[in-house]
């Protein structure tokens, strides 16, 4: 690989954000990534969106579903799914020394003469903007390299709760804000706070968390540009939480409407503001936000969580599944060659969430989880425990020791 010289500019991949038809944001920075294509043909919290918007997607822009990805979470996790594709395929941006992440109506504004020009959104933070040819001028992302590279970070400005211009009153905590404005949901943040603060893992965070738990302001949207070793740390953090609240709380959350099952996306924001108090090089910039007249229409009658959590996702988190899973998936030399220290790191972060699991269910017996005959797919679920992988999984688990000895007998049970 030939070494960058000094003088040359770094490499930027900005991903935005698409889970329906918009203005395209696509250049040699800008990569447009269409959110949830796993899940194009079920409603968003927008509606459906026709065959004809699909193809122009796809056509257009990346899509979160290949590789390794949670495309199929993406009702609940929304921009977090394009987040953790370019995390898992980074190869595929072309390996940037920068990456950042927006959406396709809001975008980073560096320019304050152009935003003291424009009008303020309702939130009193954003500011309204028009699509036009001297628009794509101002947040030209080429012309800021060098601002960008100055920094680990770029962020959005922080948003202050009590900046939103019609609110019904002064709020007090960014909890009190999440509970108005977002569903009167408050379980995954509740839970966020109890892991931070009670986990010795986290003890670094136990104190910066007061400071978002205490006070009125955030940094809001996921949105950023960042280094890459910052950027891959930074996943590493926030998915982790992330996947330990959507274990715990996914079933319950995956129940609501298409509105508050958005839950986890809203407190990842909070989560991801934790983050980056712990960065001390970081540059703030204002946000604009487009300004459509045209909205999808919701179809209320469209429920697609009836299938999101089942009985075969239970057993698909069983410790069994994933260690058999692992060990099978393990298919080229370097991934055998790291299967111990895979193994390890699922073992390791299943009994984390066992742990915190145990704990709530001490402080709330109502949240034990149903059994697997409680379920319309448990003749399925069965079928996955009868898999030659589970199996293996769970001898693994059950004989450590000796279960090189135990694997012939299986294996001719399969063989028959």
Known sequence: MKEKKENQNPSIKILVGYHKPAELLKDDILTPIHLGRALATEASKDGNISK???????????????????????RCLNELTGIYWAWKNYDKLGNPDYIGFMHYRRHFIFDNNFTNSL?????????IININKQYFEYIGFEKYINLIKQYDVILPKLFNCNQVIEKPHTFTTCKDFLCLWNGNQLSAYKLFIFIITHLDRYKMYSSLVNEIDQNTVYYPYNMFIMKKDIFFKYCNFLFEVVFLLNDILGYDVSKRDVWTRRELAWVSEYISTLFFYTVKHKYETDIGMINFNNVFKVNNKTNDSENFYSAVKVVQNHLSYKIGKAIINAKTFKLKFLLPLTLLKIIKHHRLEYQIYSCLIELNPGLKRYSLESYSDYEEALKIKNYFSYKLG?????????????????LRRYKQ
């Open 119 to 127: 009008q303020l959104n309702g939130d009193g933070y954003s500011y």
């Open 394 to 410: 769970n001898l693994i688990i059950k004989h450590p020791f000796t279960f090189i000895f135990r694997l012939p007998q299986i």
């Open 52 to 74: 004809d918007d699909y193809k122009w997607m796809c056509e257009n822009m990346i899509g979160d579903d290949t590789g390794d990805n949670i495309s199929y979470l993406n």
